[in-house]
């Protein structure tokens, strides 16, 4: 979703940055339709890394449009940079920990806020 608040959509198997002509967006990740109405939809977007906080942007994007929604995202993906290692991690089980070199995550979200295009 990009900061105008528009929801680009595109299939599965292609790039989120790329969706997004490079971004910045408000929120990435992945949906799932089913008879016209929103199954699935999750923030697991390894190129933009958001917080399942975006949720509410989400939801207004989707609300502007005649589906019917889940209340939040049906999976929620906690990610972080490693400090240490600059490795993109998904946190699991609230262990914040790198799964590459073993240092301690920051509890707060820390990437770049904006991507910036080619
Ligand atoms: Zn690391």
Known sequence: MNVGGTLLLAPRRSEHVACAAGGPVLSAGEITFSDGDVSEIT???T???PEPESWPTVAAALDAIPVDRPDDFTTRVVFR???ACNERNIVKDGWFVCDLCGADLPENWNFPVARRGT
């Open 43 to 45: 923030n697991q977007s």
């Open 47 to 49: 190129g933009f890394c």
């Open 81 to 83: 940079l490693c400090p």
